[in-house]
């Protein structure tokens, strides 16, 4: 699992909180990415990083926003997390070594938002 | 948007059997990856094929890319009750570098 941890693991939250999730990794990978997963849709990229303090949007990005003072954690923030935010929510990276290309992603976070 | 679609959605099988899913996508592609996900889990990395390939191998998958035709297709051999999950194809795009998109999935049921 590349180190990856997610927390929470589960969260269930009401419309108009905001909602912060972590993503940790522990081997000091460059590029980490933020997921959502919904019925249907596969994964769609939210936002990534390639390094400390940079960051770029994704194919859904809006009403989310990260951040990133750290090497080993990305943190994921739903300003003000409404209805249609409800989903699994994985972190993935890139690996320094060996396939550059592939991700190794974390085991996800169940958020509902009611 | 998603770049790659899956077809099947849904497959359903006796183990033993082959397995085949198709993965289209649209534009011009560095590479082509296929990931597995087992249910409630992360996704796995299966295999690599890059845009000057045109078959991979690894263990009982096959990867083909027909990059004309704009087109992968997994091949799971001699399928086990312990490939069943989700199976998922996600390019990195030229030009796209370091971003993948993920197609929307499918589901292998391999039965006992």
């Known amino acids: 699992d590349a180190g990856i941890t997610q927390s929470p693991r589960h969260k269930v939250t009401e419309t108009g909180t905001p909602v912060t999730l972590r993503c940790h990794q522990t081997?000091?990978?460059?590029?980490m990415y933020w997921y959502r997963q919904d019925p249907g849709h596969g994964l769609r990229l939210i936002h990534y990083s390639y390094g400390v303090k940079d960051t770029d949007k994704g194919e859904v990005s809006d009403g989310y926003s990260v951040s990133r003072s750290k090497t080993e954690d990305f943190l994921l923030t739903l300003e003000s997390a409404t209805s249609s935010q409800t989903s699994v929510y994985f972190c993935?990276?890139?690996?320094?070594?060996?396939?550059?290309?592939?991700?190794?992603f974390g085991p996800g976070t169940r958020l509902l938002v009611l | 948007s998603q770049q790659g679609e899956e077809d099947p959605q849904a497959l359903s099988i006796q183990e033993g059997e082959n397995a085949t899913m198709n993965c289209s996508y649209k534009?011009?592609?560095?590479?082509l990856q296929w990931y597995r996900q087992n249910s409630g889990r992360g996704l796995v990395h299966l295999i690599l094929i890059r845009s000057n390939e045109r078959e991979k191998h690894s263990g009982r998958l096959r990867v083909t890319l027909d990059t004309s035709k704009k087109s992968s297709s997994l091949l799971i051999t001699a399928s086990r009750a312990a490939d069943t999950a989700s199976y998922f194809c996600?390019?990195?795009?030229?030009?796209?570098?370091?971003?993948?998109?993920f197609g929307g999935g499918t589901r292998l049921m391999v039965k006992p």
């Open positions: 993935a990276i890139r690996p320094r070594t060996g396939p550059k290309e592939t991700q190794y």
């Open positions: 534009t011009s592609i560095n590479n």
């Open positions: 081997e000091n990978h460059r590029y």
């Open positions: 996600a390019t990195e795009d030229d030009g796209a570098g370091n971003m993948l998109t």
